[in-house]
């Protein structure tokens, strides 16, 4: 028995679909990146928890807040969260350390920032030789 063979149907032009219409849009477009990053997230936490801190107290009016990704190495306590140079008046917050060590009850934006403010001012407390909780006495007052 001979078997006769069947033509394939000639091919379709590419912007057609398997049933012969055109490709339709994507209902979901792809993913936009993000308005900020969680670098500038975080920039933006440490600058404006310095500048309070800097309108509160006027010994820390001339300090230079700085951010940096790691500390240069660890110390007994383990990794530092920032570092407070009075002779070089400055200090330093480790990004990093901060963000990823930072045991959260709850994931969002909101304690993000608070875990970051709260080592802002326990740097500057540590800088100044201060309670941190004396640092914005009316700010934690209800």
């Not at 975080?42 to 500390?71: C, I, K, N, Y």
């Amino acid at each position: 028995m001979v078997r006769k063979r069947v033509k394939a149907p000639p091919p379709r032009p590419s912007r057609h679909g398997r049933h012969g219409r055109e490709d339709r849009s994507p209902v979901v477009r792809p993913p936009l990146m993000p308005l900020e990053t969680r670098e500038e997230r975080f920039d933006f936490a440490v600058g404006t928890a310095a500048e309070f801190l800097r309108g509160a107290w006027p010994e820390l009016r001339d300090v230079r807040f700085e951010v940096a990704s790691m500390p240069p190495a660890t110390d007994d306590e383990g990794i530092p969260r920032w570092s407070a140079l009075p002779d070089e008046n400055r200090i330093v917050l480790y990004r990093l350390p901060i963000e990823r060590l930072a045991q959260l009850h709850r994931e969002d934006d909101l304690h993000r920032r608070m875990a970051i403010e709260a080592c802002v001012f326990r740097a500057a407390a540590e800088y100044l030789d201060r309670d941190p909780w004396d640092l914005g006495p009316d700010r934690f007052h209800y």
